[in-house]
Antibody, heavy 122, light 108 residues
Framework: QLQLQESGPGLVRPSETLSLTCSVS??????????CGWIRQPPGKGLEWIGSINYSGTTYYNPSLKSRVTISVDTSKNQFSLNLNSVTAADTAVYYCARENNVVGMHWFDPWGQGTLVTVSS | SSELTQDPAVSVALGQTVRITCQGD??????ASWYQQKPGQAPVVVMYGKNNRPSGIPDRFSGSSSGNTASLTVTGAQAEDEADYYCNSRGRSGDHMVFGGGTKLTVL
């Protein structure tokens, strides 16, 4: 059973770069039609899609975050990474990674990691 | 504002039926998926495509779509269905994903 787990610092200073890793176990995201997505949720607020990447490294990003986001993949480690630069307090959120399934025009995120809280504060 | 619009809150009496809707122009071209999120937990997909329910999701959950609106219906709502529900689909341009603002479902 595929499992995803986020990891990274829980505290980031303003203006610095937030870096998180999503480790995949119990299988691999090895199809070009399957992506790994990053989604975040500020405390008490809704979900926001950040961006996604597939096994080959093809990415697509939220237009509102695109200038600050880089998502990459390390197939040898079965890991996906998120970098978000120039962070502010508004980037404080629980960050999730999830497999993004694409089948015959249908699209869904499953499974999800448990999420990791990142706080931006000095 | 989000490209997908949901009612912020909906309530239903125990055992009754409730429909949660998601509106957006992109839904005329792309299907939606639906996620249930309980406090302190990661979201869980409950519906994708027009009416595809993942294994383990009770059959009281069903999905439909018409025009610019996607709907998630809970027939015979149970106390454990009380949660936040989010829809997700592609944005208007098709080159990015977007979530609705979420609907808080209260089971009375």
């Amino acid at each position: 059973q595929l499992q995803l787990q986020e990891s990274g610092p829980g505290l980031v200073r303003p203006s610095e770069t937030l870096s998180l890793t999503c480790s995949v176990s119990g299988g691999s995201i090895s199809s070009n039609s399957d992506y790994c997505g990053w989604i975040r949720q500020p405390p008490g607020k809704g979900l926001e899609w950040i961006g996604s990447i597939n096994y080959s490294g093809t990415t697509y990003y939220n237009p509102s975050l695109k200038s600050r986001v880089t998502i990459s993949v390390d197939t040898s480690k079965n890991q996906f990474s998120l970098n978000l630069n120039s962070v502010t307090a508004a980037d404080t959120a629980v960050y999730y990674c999830a497999r993004e399934n694409n089948v015959v025009g249908m699209h869904w995120f499953d499974p999800w990691g448990q999420g990791t809280l990142v706080t931006v504060s000095s | 504002s989000s490209e997908l619009t949901q009612d912020p809150a909906v309530s239903v009496a125990l055992g009754q039926t409730v429909r949660i809707t998601c509106q957006g122009d992109s839904l005329r071209s792309y299907s939606a998926s639906w996620y249930q999120q309980k406090p302190g937990q990661a979201p869980v997909v409950v519906m994708y495509g027009k009416n595809n329910r993942p294994s383990g999701i009770p059959d009281r959950f069903s999905g439909s779509s018409s025009g610019n609106t996607a709907s998630l219906t809970v027939t015979g709502a149970q106390a454990e269905d009380e949660a936040d529900y989010y829809c997700n689909s592609r944005g208007r341009s098709g080159d990015h994903m977007v979530f609705g603002g979420g609907t808080k479902l209260t089971v009375l």
